[in-house]
């Protein structure tokens, strides 16, 4: 079973192909239980998310497609939700939706992983932003909104690596994962990135394994070519650390399928 539950549409703004184009990409890339997941609406950082009065249709959308193509791949609708505690809405958690991937994708006001920001890194203390990081994604675990954990190390993108071991910054962040029964996506994107590998490392992998965290996957396709893009280094990873299931989510409950 290939599962893929972690892709975009234009309607955040800096992604391009229709969703028909991703299902009928999807499907010849043998994709079983493909999973749309845009970044949620917020009243913050508005330049890279849809709008609130866009919910209705994104989903809409999905749906249909979803009947449309029922007898050929099975699309679950979801969405990749910033965790801000400030700025986070109800409108996105009462959803009527599959999924919600929770993401760290600031530290402050501080989006760490845009490339219009990354002058910001030169001269910071590396260590001090990836224990800032950690302590997010442990407190977006605590909040028991969501059913993954979105590339759980987004924080090493442009290759800036802490001098301590990062398994010291995650594992109570992992541990935290396992409480609230998430699961963590191992992420194509990061090859796409300066760091040039996947979200999660091997490392964070081998943790979520001691910790008996469940794993997805997911492309976080941005375009039609991203789609189904280095699936087989993803499941040769996963297998090699000896996994042998990943998970998908219907109505926010959990269900096992054997990759």
């Known amino acids: 079973m290939r599962v893929d539950l972690h892709n975009h549409t234009p309607l955040c ?3 391009t192909g229709t969703p028909k184009e991703f299902v009928l990409k999807a499907i010849n890339e043998g994709i079983d239980i493909f999973g749309f997941s845009d970044h949620n609406p917020m009243n913050f950082d ?3 998310r849809m709008k609130f009065e866009d919910m209705a249709s994104y989903e809409a959308e999905i749906l249909n497609l979803k009947d449309e193509f029922k007898d050929i791949i099975d699309i679950r609708l979801g969405y990749e939700v910033d965790y801000l505690p400030k700025y986070m809405d109800e409108r996105v958690f009462k959803s009527n939706v599959d999924y919600l991937i929770g993401s760290v ?4 006001d501080w989006g760490f992983d845009n490339p219009e920001f990354i002058g910001r890194w030169k001269g ?6 990836y224990q800032e990081y950690f302590n997010a994604i442990k407190s977006m675990a605590k909040s028991a909104k969501f059913q993954i954990a979105g590339h759980l190390d987004l924080i090493k993108v442009f290759n800036y690596k802490p001098k301590k071991d990062i ?5 109570d962040a992992i ?3 396992k409480k609230a029964n998430m699961a963590v996506e191992i992420n194509a994107r990061g090859y796409l990135k300066p760091v040039k590998e996947p979200y999660p490392s091997k490392e964070l992998l081998e943790i979520c394994k001691e910790y008996e965290v469940p794993i997805t996957f997911g492309s976080d396709a941005h375009s039609i070519e991203d789609i189904g893009f280095k699936y087989k280094e ?3 990873l996963a297998k090699e650390l000896g996994f042998s299931e990943c998970v998908s989510f219907i109505n926010k409950e959990m269900l096992l399928h054997k990759f």
């Open 124 to 129: 910071s203390d590396i260590d001090y932003l």
């Open 105 to 108: 994708h600031f530290i402050d």
């Open 167 to 171: 398994k010291i910054y995650a594992k």
């Open 13 to 15: 703004n800096h992604a």
């Open 234 to 236: 993803l499941k040769e």
């Open 175 to 177: 541990k935290a994962i």
């Open 46 to 48: 508005k330049k890279y």
